[in-house]
């Protein structure tokens, strides 16, 4: 059947339809039985594999670029022609699957997913996906195109973000400023997006025969092992355990600070006042000190971060028209992973790579299942293996180890870290109540102005801490920043899980570094074929929502933090 499929995806990057089809028609017609079934599933692989990479090439194109209209083109293409027929097919295929009742034990639980994606199928919803693909190009045009001037030179907005590290209280103040003016010409903009999501959103789950978006996106996500009861109670922990601990965190900071109140503009700045760790001076340089300190993790590692930086699969550094954000995604043919991010030479880019990094890691790790479908554990565990790599790797940092930072600034580095895993869940529960609440009461939120008025309620009760008087206007400027709130509705309480699983992990390499290790690589190998409390639990850890488990970790951080403050 597949005797003149190609092997380089190369050739398969200027397909049409018409040239995916006889494969597809090959495996609808093939009768399923107990003797055709497993060379059946490796040629539905085969396939699957290769439109896997040609979709993930197209659609990351016009984000490494925003600028290139030949790229937009193909994805719109794309979008419009062959994956809407590919959609009909795979649902086509899946249903043969499941009504086979021949599945192998080994994909019993990727088959949920399967399951899933028939329940969710609906033809309608095909012109109504390519929209949403038309809307977010038009999301990610807005924000690749915003520069400033800053002292007589045109930055991006990440590039001056940089400048709210610098002592310089004066400085800081008017960067941020200058940030939000430029992020408030845009709001129309973003709100005319937004509008458009959502009425396309809407459209989509009741196509799908749902009460809400937020149930369509449930399912669509994987998510069968907890529910959004679940989440409540999570955001309910948080409030009663994270928040305090951050706002005893921001209290010590305006204390060693010397200030009557912490600004906007005042929550990135070293407390003591110490200008911003510059781990390195390039790109280049950055690559292979990374590397040294993944080979000090784990050799094995450290080759396959080789490999990457070897073969142009890191785009790391900020540019003008360079979509926003970070991410790793996966070529499924060429077995290789690929990192995108916006690094400006500061601190903080440590923490994106190796994060991204951790990602990559899962992604080589599943390359001993037979079926690329093992592969996709969920995204809740996907966040653990990126985020515990973090911890993991920063025993390493320290220059003596062959990594960036004195053992000062590695002190530094790790309390500014952990400080972050406490603000961080804050803002993470931030943007998953927010997401609750827009898509349980869609019509109201297709508003702009109503979501303002829902994130500056949010605001003032995770972070209590900040000062916003004066500048309260700007305050719903972050949530159009969020790049997932807009692109990737409901997907942000995957981070804070994952944080979560992710400081059990390091709790563990405290007590034993090597084992912790090897329960770490052990759930990375198993892709998704457990459910996803049996990876965390094959990883050391446990999925929890509970304030006992969030309050142990919590305290662990603190403590942490009071020992690192001897050696800062």
Known sequence: MLENFPKDYQTALTWTWDDW?????ALLDTELTDETIHDWLRDWDIVTRMFSEVSTRIRIAPRLDTTDEDATARLKAYMDGIYPENQKVSFELNKKLVASGLAPDAIKVPLRKIEAEI??????????????????????????????????????????????????????????LKQQTRLSEDREAYNEVWRDFMMVRKQIYQNAGFDNYRDYAWLKRGRFDYTPDDVQTFLDAVADVVVPANERLLEKKRQQLGYESIRPWDTAVDPMGRAP?????NIETFQKQ?????KQVNPELGQQFQMMREENLLDLENRKGKGPGG????FAVTERPFIFMNAVGLAGDIRTLIHEAGHAFHAFSGRRHPYHLMTRAPMEFNEVASMAMELLAYPYLDESKGGYLTEAETSRFRAERLSGVVSGWVYMSMVVALQHWIYTNHDEATHADAVDAKWRELVDTYQPGIDWSGYDEYKVNRWRRQL??????????EYALARLGSVQVWANSLADQANALEQYQYALSLGGTVTLPELYEAAGGKLSFDAETLGDAVTLIENTLIELEATV
Not at 129 to 135: A, R
Request: glycine share 2%; hydrophobic share 30%.
């Open 21 to 25: 089809q006889p494969y597809y028609q």
């Open 119 to 176: 329940r969710l199928y609906n033809e309608e919803n095909l012109p109504l996906l390519s929209q949403e693909s038309d809307i977010d190009v038009r999301y990610m045009k807005i924000a690749g195109a915003q520069t400033v001037e800053w002292e007589g030179e045109e930055i991006t907005l990440r590039k001056l973000s940089t400048i709210f590290e610098s002592p310089d209280r004066d400085k800081r103040k008017a960067a941020w």
């Open 277 to 281: 760790i510059e781990p390195y001076d």
């Open 290 to 294: 990374t590397e040294h300190i993944f």
């Open 327 to 330: 991410f790793c995604t996966y």
């Open 484 to 493: 997932h709130i807009f692109r990737y509705p409901f997907y942000y309480i």
